[in-house]
């Protein structure tokens, strides 16, 4: 028996919760806990009367003591932990707590933060949040899936732990990284979390560290790989699909070729790898706006990109679809890119994967090039001989772009766009104060991590990050308010495009090139007008707008926001 469900009146637009749940149990279900906020009326409904203290209180008033509590905390870790729990006990409260402090939050509930806590998951671990499919387990996946909390689902944020920020493979710890992905999809899109999943798909770990940890929660195997692999995935995306067809799939943090395989074999349903297409689009718009500021065309420019990952390809991938969109030849356009992994420069005769194929250099072009070192052609080298006028850093190598090669950039280039995008912080290729003084205060930059404001000459700068969460919520929210069929490179365009056209840098070229994350919410709305724009044109909504309907009323009916609705006890749903 359903022991919930929320529902709004179409006409009025008011909202409600029915239940069957009441006492212990009410109080103990994170979505409709209220706490102290419970009425003297839903006391007395649902057995709760002696269960609280007598003082009714407001939203306000309890966000106002959470947050006297969290600053006692004197460590991220501490802080993350805090919220964590409050989300496992009460998630409106969570939501408004974390809106109304987002820019001081958000870091600590996503990155940097979350990357220690999933270190940290199997002895930090507290209550359970989402499924967990073992791969022990394939044949259980719809029993499994059935156990859900959520009757209905939306978009479901799913994981193998492979390939988890810059730390690499974290097995059943991954798992924190679909919650906290969305967590942000509610902060900064209005998705409602009461019609969201979880997933972390367990298939082992090559993690020697936790397979010998007698505390690891997770299946302790090595991973599943091949046709193992694939099978269990297919089964997956088959379960998911034939239980939720209008689902959106995230598919988060998975190693960088099972990534690029799954999205490929995958791309005709409604799916979206953030690792690749997020980053990529998100990096794209940062880079649009920086040329909107140095007035130069995006095919004026020369792109070195240091590591060839998921994020490393996805993101020469969105710019090539940029490109292309201008009407560069797809060949010509992927000659604009220099691409670098752990060996080096990727050429067409070290090219061992079949995505870096396109950017691979052609061996006869390095003949004249000048080399330092032998015959070794590393990131310096490549700078040196490139010319870049974009270096964009997605190799978990902290300080990979020193002074050298930073001034031998800035010598080509008068405005050099420079973007250490790695995560955590400490995995940054470079410090924002370092670029502004080794290129003379000219760089425009976008790191991954949160950087505090840097001053140069006197004057303070706010350090963009070319954070997804400015693009994946508000992409999201498009695509389920137009129920899109798939996502194409046109609707990741159009979010490209809007996030661009928010720049606070158009207005003051002192300002960061992308928005804050505390304007995310406003951003995500108008990125989401956009995609649900392009979804209609291209033919791939499965929603129709009404006589007097605008594309914003369907993304409107989809906002959710942190309030406490009116409980109505119902003995049978």
Same mark, same amino acid.
């Given at each position: 028996?359903?022991?919930?469900?929320?529902?709004?009146?179409?006409?009025?637009?008011?909202?409600?919760?029915?239940?069957?749940?009441?006492?212990?149990?009410?109080?103990?279900?994170?979505?409709?806990?209220?706490?102290?906020?419970?009425?003297?009326?839903?006391?007395?409904?649902?057995?709760?009367?002696?269960?609280?203290p007598m003082h009714v209180e407001s939203l306000e008033e309890q966000a106002a003591r959470t947050y006297e509590q969290y600053r006692r905390y004197n460590t991220d870790l501490n802080r993350h932990i805090f919220l964590y729990a409050l989300h496992e006990r009460n998630e409106v409260l969570f939501y408004k707590l974390v809106s109304d402090h987002l820019?001081?939050?958000?870091?600590?509930?996503?990155?940097?933060?979350?990357?220690?806590?999933?270190?940290?998951?199997?002895?930090?671990?507290?209550?359970?949040?989402?499924?967990?499919?073992?791969?022990?387990?394939?044949?259980?996946?719809?029993?499994?899936?059935?156990?859900?909390?959520?009757?209905?689902?939306?978009?479901?944020?799913?994981?193998?732990?492979?390939?988890?920020?810059?730390?690499?493979?974290?097995?059943?710890?991954?798992?924190?990284?679909?919650?906290?992905?969305?967590?942000?999809?509610?902060?900064?899109?209005?998705?409602?979390?009461?019609?969201?999943?979880?997933?972390?798909?367990?298939?082992?770990?090559?993690?020697?560290?936790?397979?010998?940890?007698?505390?690891?929660?997770?299946?302790?195997?090595?991973?599943?790989?091949?046709?193992?692999?694939?099978?269990?995935?297919?089964?997956?995306?088959?379960?998911?699909?034939?239980?939720?067809?209008?689902?959106?799939?995230?598919?988060?943090?998975?190693?960088?070729?099972?990534?690029?395989?799954?999205?490929?074999?995958?791309?005709?349903?409604?799916?979206?790898?953030?690792?690749?297409?997020?980053?990529?689009?998100?990096?794209?718009?940062?880079?649009?706006?920086?040329?909107?500021?140095?007035?130069?065309s995006l095919a004026e420019q020369r792109f070195v990109i240091y590591g060839a990952g998921a994020a490393g390809v996805g993101i020469a991938d969105q710019i090539t679809a940029a490109l292309v969109r201008d009407g560069m030849p797809h060949e010509k356009a992927c000659r604009m890119f220099w691409l670098l992994n752990s060996r080096g420069l990727i050429?067409?005769?070290?090219?061992?994967?079949?995505?870096?194929?396109?950017?691979?250099?052609?061996?006869?072009?390095?003949?004249?090039?000048?080399?330092?070192?032998?015959?070794?052609?590393?990131?310096?080298?490549?700078?040196?001989? *490139?010319?870049? +006028?974009?270096?964009?850093? /997605?190799?978990?190598? %902290?300080?990979?772009? #020193?002074?050298? @090669?930073?001034?031998?950039?800035?010598?080509?280039?008068?405005?050099?766009?420079?973007?250490?995008?790695?995560?955590?912080?400490?995995?940054?290729?470079?410090?924002?104060?370092?670029?502004?003084?080794?290129?003379?205060?000219?760089?425009?930059?976008?790191?991954?991590?949160?950087? *505090?404001?840097? +001053?140069?000459?006197?004057? /303070?700068?706010?350090? %963009?990050?070319?954070? #997804?969460?400015? @693009?994946?919520?508000?992409?999201?929210?498009?695509?389920?308010?137009?129920?899109?069929?798939?996502?194409?490179?046109?609707?990741?365009?159009?979010?490209?495009?809007?996030?661009?056209?928010?720049?606070?840098?158009?207005?003051?070229?002192?300002?960061?090139?992308?928005?804050?994350?505390?304007?995310?919410?406003?951003?995500?709305?108008?990125?989401?007008?956009a995609v649900v724009e392009a979804t209609i044109e291209e033919g791939l909504a499965q929603v129709e707008l009404a006589q007097d309907e605008q594309v914003s009323d369907l993304v409107d009916r989809m906002l959710w926001y942190p309030r406490y609705l009116p409980l109505h006890r119902m003995d049978n749903i």
């Open positions: 028996m359903l022991e919930f469900s929320f529902e709004r009146d179409q006409k009025t637009r008011e909202e409600w919760v029915n239940t069957t749940l009441s006492g212990k149990l009410l109080l103990n279900t994170p979505l409709l806990n209220k706490g102290t906020a419970f009425s003297e009326e839903e006391r007395e409904k649902f057995g709760l009367l002696g269960k609280l820019e001081e939050m958000m870091p600590i509930i996503y990155t940097p933060v979350v990357g220690e806590a999933v270190k940290q998951f199997s002895r930090e671990f507290r209550s359970p949040r989402g499924l967990y499919i073992s791969y022990p387990h394939m044949d259980e996946m719809t029993d499994i899936i059935n156990n859900r909390t959520h009757p209905n689902i939306d978009l479901i944020v799913v994981s193998d732990g492979s390939g988890v920020l810059g730390i690499g493979d974290q097995g059943v710890g991954g798992m924190d990284i679909p919650v906290a992905k969305l967590m942000v999809y509610t902060l900064c899109g209005g998705i409602n979390p009461g019609r969201t999943l979880p997933v972390m798909l367990d298939v082992g770990t090559d993690n020697n560290i936790l397979l010998n940890d007698p505390m690891y929660l997770g299946w302790k195997n090595e991973r599943i790989k091949g046709p193992d692999y694939d099978a269990f995935i297919q089964r997956f995306v088959d379960t998911i699909f034939e239980r939720f067809p209008n689902a959106f799939v995230h598919w988060e943090d998975f190693g960088r070729d099972p990534a690029h395989e799954i999205l490929e074999r995958y791309k005709h349903l409604c799916t979206f790898n953030d690792d690749i297409q997020g980053t990529g689009a998100v990096a794209l718009a940062a880079i649009l706006s920086a040329l909107k500021t140095s007035k130069q050429t067409q005769e070290n090219c061992t994967r079949d995505f870096q194929a396109p950017y691979a250099r052609p061996d006869a072009e390095l003949k004249d090039w000048h080399l330092e070192m032998s015959n070794q052609i590393g990131l310096r080298e490549t700078v040196h001989n *490139a010319k870049p +006028t974009v270096l964009i850093g /997605a190799s978990a190598q %902290a300080k990979a772009f #020193n002074e050298d @090669i930073v001034r031998d950039m800035a010598r080509n280039t008068k405005h050099p766009i420079i973007m250490p995008l790695s995560n955590p912080t400490e995995r940054a290729e470079a410090h924002p104060t370092d670029l502004l003084e080794w290129t003379d205060g000219n760089a425009l930059i976008a790191t991954g991590s949160p950087f *505090a404001d840097v +001053t140069y000459k006197g004057k /303070a700068r706010h350090i %963009a990050q070319s954070n #997804n969460a400015l @693009i994946f919520p508000g992409l999201g929210l498009g695509v389920m308010a137009s129920k899109a069929k798939q996502v194409t490179n046109k609707m990741l365009w159009a979010a490209c495009e809007a996030l661009s056209e928010l720049s606070p840098v158009l207005q003051d070229p002192l300002e960061p090139i992308l928005p804050r994350v505390i304007d995310a919410r406003a951003a995500s709305y108008k990125i989401a007008i």
